[in-house]
T-cell receptor
Framework: DTGVSQNPRHKITKRGQNVTFRCDPISEHNRLYWYRQTLGQGPEFLTYFQNEAQLEKSRLLSDRFSAERPKGSFSTLEIQRTEQGDSAMYLC???????????FGPGTRLTVL | RKEVEQDPGPFNVPEGATVAFNCTYSNSASQSFFWYRQDCRKEPKLLMSVYSSGNEDGRFTAQLNRASQYISLLIRDSKLSDSATYLCAVKGASNTGKLIFGQGTTLQVKP
């Protein structure tokens, strides 16, 4: 499968715990994006990377959220001290440098109890 | 006002019907436009990009109206399998990578 992959697919955690999600983009896609989607809403942009550089961050990305793409390949999104309001689907997408089309992974569904 | 707006529906139509969705955007500098399809609890999948001259892919036609700042999606001869949520997405100025999505429009095609 050469699409975007995300792990884990589901995560249940207790409030206050830290969680980390991983995204593996389509091979050779330079750009990688993180979005969050809650029920009944469209995906909301969180941040994006071009290679290893984090070029844009949404104001939704509070100081409890951090994303990395250290080698310009896979990326991780960490949420510290989770809150119930963090419960959502976290989607990763990638695109080539020369194109605008973003291809999404299956998402990680986070439930904070 | 949201940057990208869609009527959430649901649109309930019989098989074989023609249905159209609109999506309005507020940033006149927006450069790229897309329609994604999302099935329940799945990821968005690209349905089609929207070009200035309009484009067609089988039963699906997308159009862009820059003057009125909206894009549209027309589905002809609806199939049961077309039942899904249709998300419009807009990319802003060239120095941003993000897509801004509408809320999505739910389509239910009935036999």
């Amino acid at each position: 499968d050469t699409g975007v992959s995300q792990n884990p697919r589901h995560k249940i955690t207790k409030r206050g715990q830290n969680v980390t999600f991983r995204c593996d983009p389509i091979s050779e896609h330079n750009r990688l994006y993180w979005y969050r989607q809650t029920l009944g809403q469209g995906p909301e942009f969180l941040t994006y990377f071009q290679n290893e550089a984090q070029l844009e961050k949404s104001r939704l990305l509070s100081d409890r959220f951090s994303a990395e793409r250290p080698k310009g390949s896979f990326s991780t999104l960490e949420i510290q001290r989770t809150e119930q309001g963090d419960s959502a689907m976290y989607l990763c997408a990638s695109s080539p440098l020369a194109g605008n089309t973003q291809y999404f992974g299956p998402g990680t569904r986070l439930t904070v109890l | 006002r949201k940057e990208v707006e869609q009527d959430p529906g649901p649109f309930n139509v019989p098989e074989g019907a023609t249905v159209a969705f609109n999506c309005t955007y507020s940033n006149s500098a927006s450069q790229s436009f897309f329609w994604y399809r999302q099935d329940c609890r799945k990821e968005p999948k690209l349905l089609m990009s929207v070009y200035s001259s309009g484009n067609e892919d089988g039963r699906f036609t997308a159009q862009l109206n820059r003057a009125s700042q909206y894009i549209s999606l027309l589905i002809r001869d609806s199939k049961l399998s077309d039942s899904a949520t249709y998300l419009c997405a807009v990319k802003g100025a060239s120095n941003t990578g993000k897509l801004i999505f509408g809320q999505g429009t739910t389509l239910q095609v009935k036999p």
